[in-house]
């Protein structure tokens, strides 16, 4: 799972994880925050972005041991082109964290040459340079008055940065999923991650 | 996986499931039915049962393959005493199928030994001796008025027949889950559900 790929100097993360490209096949992500920020909503609207509206094939889980009363709460999805065999993370291409708890769990799980993404607000992440650091709650609350979907932002984020999925894919199962009278709120907080990454980008 | 116990003649599903004794740590459980029926909530409930409110460990997840653009949705829960070490359902101790599409594919995934509960309305099931047949989905309508708490009566069936977790845990997780303004709702296809699994056991 380790490559010998040199370290990108630019921010083509796209590149970087290698979710674009026809040698990787299977693509590892982690989805973490506290309780009640919908981690294992935005799995599981990640998983059928891409099986449903991509036709490839996917896992969600979630694993509770000791820690699950309280702590860090953590959601995760694998895409692949081909079969899943082992419907394990091991070693994921993207970790996203929304909470301090959770970034000191999780952050140093995610694959030398993968994506981290923080909550700038939320996590003091400054031991980590290479995190990504965006304040996706308040992009949320600013985007739509509600921080609950802080959650869709950050799938607007990764998809954004990664192109695991295509942007479509994503928002239709977003959409899918949303509850009635919400799909315009989670249409801006998707728009609102889409554009931070885009500012990533070009940064 | 297969144990050499006789198959008991009474209706004790508690006993012949293994979920209590001592021996038995791992339950693994299969959810199927359509998309929206709410199989994937229903894993995450029971799951969160399990460790949020009984301490022990679990892994929820769904596979999605070339399949998931339509036809049957599954989703699967593993419930601990110890540690788990292979998150996947290889022989499901319960199978629950609430549509015909999911019991075509799912309903011979379960154990010799194992039970089945399928819903008697939507499952033309007798091919299956073994089945425990159910409306589900016309006992979600009759208990709430709505048919969407059909997920919710089919984890009172299920826990009331097996005692995978305890009644206590199961009603707590539901309500932590249920939207605001559906609790009352919740409670009661709950309810619905007990009294059935209690009616089963007598039969």
């Known amino acids: 799972m380790t490559g010998s790929r040199a370290p990108s100097g630019n921010r083509d993360y ?3 994880t290698g979710t ?13 925050g506290e309780g009640g920020q919908g981690m294992i909503l935005a799995g599981i609207i990640l998983a059928e972005a891409a099986t449903i509206y991509e036709g490839r094939n996917a ?3 979630q ?3 000791p820690e699950a009363r309280g702590g860090a709460s953590k959601s995760e999805v694998i895409i692949s082109s081909g079969e899943i065999d082992h419907p394990e993370v091991l070693l994921p291409d993207v970790v996203v964290t929304l909470s301090q708890e959770a970034f000191r769990k999780f952050a140093s799980t995610v694959k030398p040459t993968g994506l981290l993404i923080v909550d700038a ?4 992440s400054s031991s980590v340079p290479k995190a990504i ?8 609350f600013e985007s739509t008055g509600r921080v609950i979907t802080a959650n869709t932002v950050a799938l607007g984020v990764l998809v954004g940065l990664t192109k695991v999925v295509s942007r479509q894919a994503l928002e239709k199962a977003v959409l899918a999923r ?3 009278g919400t799909e315009e709120m989670n249409h801006k907080a998707l728009a ?4 931070a990454a885009g500012r990533v980008k070009k940064g």
Chains 1, 2 share one sequence.
């Open 192 to 195: 609102a991650g889409f554009a």
């Open 121 to 124: 607000d939320k996590v003091n």
């Open 59 to 61: 896992v969600q889980s």
């Open 14 to 16: 796209t590149a970087r």
């Open 133 to 140: 650091r965006l304040p996706i709650t308040k992009m949320a």
């Open 178 to 180: 949303a509850p009635r």
């Open 63 to 65: 694993s509770y041991g």
């Open 20 to 32: 674009t490209t026809k040698m990787v096949e299977r693509t590892e992500i982690r989805l973490a």
